[in-house]
């Protein structure tokens, strides 16, 4: 670089030990943390839940949970959007890529009728980060943490990827048309044999209307 390599800041530095916030809120940076309480206000007057508060007085002063607790609130991390200089970050997010790698698409959220704005930032097709789209007449700029994580799911190494039978009694990988045919023929079996009233099926919440009508049928 340019210019001389000595500092010119006497005052002795502040560092502040990271906290244990919980599995989706990280504070491991809390050393650069101004102590805006933007994080405590929006936990008292949004959120409804006041689980941070500052902690001791001038430049010991430190934000914290009560107790050592965690942030359980169902929109914590709203706190990650709010802070200014990036001393609460995503735990799940965290180390996974920079912020100009991501490609972005607008979405909207399935998981309750309020339907909120998603930018959905996605890497080699795989999504790492989903973020609010401001929309006063629906979310405004908040997003609860079901639609902000849930996108782990879709990268779970649990999550099946190809149909399964059970065979003497492991569970087989089989091509898709193998699966139809082999549950087709199990609900006729039972339709013909018991009736047609004794065949009952598992919906997700998640389904389209047109996705739930075709299955009652």
Request: neutral net charge; contains cysteine; aromatic residues 8%.
């Amino acid at each position: 670089g340019y210019g001389g390599g000595t500092s010119r800041y006497h005052e002795e530095k502040r560092t502040v030990l990271g906290k244990d916030l919980g599995p989706l809120v990280s504070a491991e940076e809390m050393s650069r943390c101004i102590n805006c309480t933007r994080c405590v206000r929006f936990g008292q007057e949004i959120a409804g839940q006041m689980e941070l508060g500052q902690a001791f007085r001038g430049e010991h002063a430190e934000i914290m949970s009560f107790v050592s607790g965690t942030v359980n609130s169902e929109l914590s991390g709203n706190m990650i959007d709010l802070c200014p200089v990036g001393a609460l970050t995503s735990k799940p997010f965290r180390y996974k890529a920079r912020s100009w790698e991501l490609s972005r698409r607008r979405s909207v959220s399935a998981h309750d009728s309020l339907g909120s704005g998603l930018a959905v930032q996605t890497k080699n097709n795989r999504v790492l980060r989903v973020l609010p789209v401001e929309n006063d007449d629906i979310n405004e700029c908040w997003l609860s943490d079901k639609d902000r994580f849930a996108y782990e799911g879709l990268n779970s190494a649990e999550r099946l990827t190809k149909p399964m039978i059970k065979q003497d009694g492991k569970w087989q990988e089989v091509e898709w048309q193998v699966a139809l045919e082999y549950a087709g023929n199990a609900l006729r079996h039972i339709a013909n044999g018991a009736g047609a009233e004794q065949v009952g099926a598992l919906a997700t919440a998640n389904s389209t209307f047109e996705e739930l009508y075709l299955l009652q049928k």
